[in-house]
């Protein structure tokens, strides 16, 4: 708030004014307005990285 950027903002107000958008979710964890392309699942992602650390060990056995 001490930033000369913020210096005109009314931040006693700013509760009160209507945002620009506002998404409709469908529940707490909607993640449907971000977006997804080029995350591949949880279980491939692991899968590359346990790949990594076995080739990594592989050289102290």
Same mark, same amino acid.
């Given at each position: 708030?001490? !930033?000369?950027?913020?210096?005109?903002?009314?931040?006693?107000?700013? !509760? !009160?004014?209507?945002?620009?958008?506002?998404? !409709?979710?469908?529940?707490?964890?909607?993640?449907?307005?971000?977006?997804?392309?080029?995350?591949?699942?949880?279980?491939?992602?692991?899968?590359?990285?346990?790949?990594?650390?076995?080739?990594?060990?592989?050289?102290?056995?």
């Amino acid at each position: 708030k001490t !930033h000369p950027f913020f210096f005109s903002a009314d931040w006693n107000s700013s !509760h !009160h004014i209507e945002p620009p958008f506002v998404p !409709h979710l469908q529940s707490t964890v909607d993640t449907s307005y971000f977006p997804t392309e080029g995350f591949g699942s949880v279980a491939e992602q692991m899968e590359e990285v346990e790949s990594i650390s076995l080739e990594k060990d592989i050289t102290f056995l």
